[in-house]
T-cell receptor, first 119, second 115 residues
Framework: GAVVSQHPSRVICKSGTSVKIECRSL??????MFWYRQFPKQSLMLMAT?????????EQGVEKDKFLINHASLTLSTLTVTSAHPEDSSFYIC???????????????FGPGTRLTVL | AQTVTQSQPEMSVQEAETVTLSCTYD???????LFWYKQPPSRQMILVIR??????QNATENRFSVNFQKAAKSFSLKISDSQLGDAAMYFC????????????FGKGTLLTVNP
């Protein structure tokens, strides 16, 4: 299957600082990537769709100015949590459709996730 | 809007036995995809199996198989010869063919495998 990486895997920051998380498709190109948030023992909550070359599309209730998304190239999307607060602590996961042996863009492949802790 | 329902928050199975995880969904679309993803303690989401709605044949991947009942909008996952490494959270997911790749997830089923 296709490989998606995320960096960093774990980050601890102070309240009020900004944190950037990178998502890369390693062996395929992705014009679209997705960012999810997951709380313990819960399902994935879609935050936004990252589009290469255009603005991201945010889900209802997600603050655009707080969660900045930049899709800089066909293999890289970044999520920046600005002015982070303890309530932003969570597990963030990215995904990208495409690649792999199973019918290209109809299957999403996930990064390993980033655990953000805001003190 | 599409919804995906996993009615079993937790399931357990003895090693080497078979277990079935349930998933139902609601949609007005006729063409779509269904997936089962596994999330082990590492929290890496791993694709287990994929089913295209227009294919009547149930998908299989080694010890994993599905029972896809399109009319009933049911998509259950059967794990045969369960192994300790199968212990994980399992998510059922839906994607419409024209839905811009977005997935709709169920709430998940936590599977425990007892030695």
């Amino acid at each position: 299957g296709a490989v998606v990486s995320q960096h960093p895997s774990r980050v601890i920051c102070k309240s009020g600082t900004s944190v950037k998380i990178e998502c890369r498709s390693l062996d395929f190109q992705a014009t679209t990537m997705f960012w999810y948030r997951q709380f313990p023992k819960q399902s994935l909550m879609l935050m936004a769709t990252s589009n290469e070359g255009s603005k991201a599309t945010y889900e209802q209730g997600v603050e655009k100015d707080k969660f900045l998304i930049n899709h800089a190239s066909l293999t890289l999307s970044t999520l920046t949590v600005t002015s982070a607060h303890p309530e932003d602590s969570s597990f963030y996961i990215c995904s990208a459709p495409g690649g792999g042996k199973q019918s290209s863009t109809d299957t999403q492949y996930f990064g390993p996730g980033t655990r953000l802790t805001v003190l | 809007a599409q919804t995906v329902t996993q009615s079993q928050p937790e399931m357990s199975v003895q090693e080497a036995e078979t277990v079935t995880l349930s998933c139902t969904y609601d949609t007005s679309e006729s063409d779509y995809y269904l997936f089962w993803y596994k999330q082990p303690p590492s929290r890496q989401m791993i694709l287990v199996i994929r089913q295209e709605a227009y294919k009547q044949q149930n998908a299989t991947e080694n010890r994993f198989s599905v029972n896809f009942q399109k009319a009933a909008k049911s998509f259950s996952l059967k794990i045969s010869d369960s192994q300790l490494g199968d212990a994980a959270m399992y998510f059922c997911a839906y994607k419409g063919r024209g839905s811009n790749y977005k997935l709709t997830f169920g709430k998940g089923t936590l599977l425990t495998v007892n030695p």
